[in-house]
Structure formats: structure tokens, C-alpha cells
């Protein structure tokens, strides 16, 4: 199916997308959710927990979007506020101490930039996401599985591994507000969608990401189970080698790969 970016774009925020939750669901045997950050409270936009491939112990996290607006009011439509970073490196730290891979699903237009974020340190709970993730002594990949937007996106994404869903998309902010940027008028998003080079082929020809994961036919909403089935793949196959690589190879292919962007 050949879609424009624009029309990736429609695609990947369509409400019908399967959502982490979903592929937890299919993909992990056993998911026990934890909750908190510790500090402040929980944040209902980011899911994480305990699970199992197969015989081996997982940490899972996952941004989460609702279905409806009920689901999406509580879920803050999936965008995280500081304490929802703080709960996903809680987890990852937790993850590391045991010697548990960690496997993240990014879907997010961005993070929350409300009053209250900013004041408990949305920037700061970001940051040290991306500076604790590139140190972290256990395997960790990453899959955006609809929208990825900004650095949001990217407290999730510091992965051995990074791969995008076919029609998922990954960039610095929206079409919407890079056009409102650039162009001084926001209508020009479907030319922006296009200026940006956020589509996972764009990507993957510049090196940003690892892989693509191909779609049902018509798009991953349309078979949750074969999406499933098909991240399940990718996800085994890295775990099987990465497990088996000595640590420090893992944490220099890991810097490396960042240094090379």
C-alpha cells in the first residue's frame, strides 16, 4: 500500500490502531503492571511492568493512548507528564538490577507541556531518560508503533534496537506545529508532513531507526493479532543474540550507534 506522508500521518493517529496495551496483551505471557513514580504519583499515560517471552522475564513499557474520550482524558492522550518518565526509569532500573530486557512501544504526539509538568521538571525527567537509557546494562528495544512526536517520544527510544511500524511515524514535533513554525501557517501541514522526512522509510534510509515492521494489508488496525505476530518475530530474534552479547560490546554498539547520528 503506498501512502503519502500525510496520509501516514491520518493513518498513525487513527483511534483503531492497535495501542501497547494491545500488543502486550499478544505478544507477553503473564503482565503484571506496576505503578508509580516514587515521587509524585502515577501517570496513567505510561504502562510498565513484568512479563514473559516464552521463559524469559521482560520489563514492558508503553505510552498509551485510549479508545475513546473517556479512555483518552485518563490516559492524557498518551502524552506523559515528568512522573510518567519517572515511573519508565523506576522500571528500567528495576529492569537492569535484575538483568531483565526491556522492550518499549512509543506512541505519543509528545510530551505534556502544561503548567503543572513544567513546574514538577517535564525537561529535566526527559533528560535523564535519555542520559540513563544509553547507560543501561541490559538489552533494550524499542518499536514506534503510531505516532512518535519529539522528545516525548524519544525518553523511550535510547534502544539497541529501534523499529518503526510501516506506516507509524517519528519526528521532532507535529506536521501541525512545523508548519505553524516555518511556514507561519499551520494548513501547510500536509506539505510539512512531507519536508520533514518522518515516514519509517525516510528514517530508515538515514539511519535513525533499525528496522521497519510491515502492516496487515490496509494497516496494522486492521489484524491486531498479525501485527502482533510479526513484532513478536523482530522481538525474538534481537533478544536471542543480544542476550548472548557481553555487556560492554552491548553498551559501546549502543553509544556508537547515537554518536554516528
Keep these: 500500500m503506498s501512502l503519502t506522508p500525510w496520509e501516514k500521518v491520518k493513518l498513525a493517529r487513527m483511534p483503531v490502531r492497535p495501542t501497547g496495551l494491545d500488543y502486550i496483551d499478544r505478544i507477553f505471557d503473564n503482565f503484571l503492571e506496576l505503578h508509580g513514580d516514587r515521587y509524585f504519583g502515577d501517570d496513567h499515560a505510561i504502562v510498565g511492568g513484568v512479563a514473559f517471552l516464552g521463559d524469559i522475564p521482560i520489563t514492558v513499557i508503553a505510552q498509551q493512548k485510549g479508545r475513546n474520550t473517556k479512555e483518552n482524558i485518563d490516559r492524557n492522550f498518551s502524552m506523559p ?15 537492569e538490577k535484575f538483568h531483565r530486557p526491556i522492550v518499549c ?11 503543572g509538568a513544567e513546574e514538577r521538571g517535564q525537561g529535566e525527567a526527559i533528560a535523564s531518560n535519555l542520559a540513563e537509557m544509553m547507560l543501561l546494562k541490559t538489552p533494550v528495544i524499542s518499536f514506534v508503533i503510531s505516532e512518535g512526536g519529539s ?13 518503526m511500524l510501516e506506516h ?14 516555518l511556514y507561519k501557517d499551520s494548513t501547510k501541514a500536509e506539505q510539512a508532513a512531507i519536508d520533514m522526512k518522518l515516514t519509517a522509510q525516510d528514517l ?6 533499525d528496522g521497519i515492521i ?13 501485527m502482533a505476530v510479526n513484532i513478536k518475530a523482530v522481538l525474538t530474534e534481537d533478544l536471542q543474540l543480544m542476550l548472548q552479547m557481553d555487556t560492554e560490546v552491548l553498551l559501546d554498539k549502543r553509544y556508537q550507534k547515537f554518536r554516528k547520528m
Design 168 to 181: 507509524s511515524i517519528y519526528a521532532i514535533l507535529s506536521p501541525e506545529g512545523f508548519a505553524s513554525i
Design 204 to 209: 530508515l534510509q538515514f539511519g535513525i531507526i
Design 214 to 226: 510491515p502492516e496487515p494489508k490496509g494497516g496494522a488496525h486492521n489484524d491486531y493479532d498479525q
Design 81 to 95: 507528564h515528568p512522573e510518567g518518565y519517572r515511573k519508565a526509569l523506576r522500571l528500567m532500573k528495576q529492569a
Design 151 to 163: 522528545g516525548g517520544a524519544l525518553a523511550l527510544g535510547v534502544a539497541d534496537k529501534v523499529y
Design 105 to 115: 512501544f512509543i506512541d505519543t504526539p509528545g510530551a505534556f507541556c502544561g503548567l
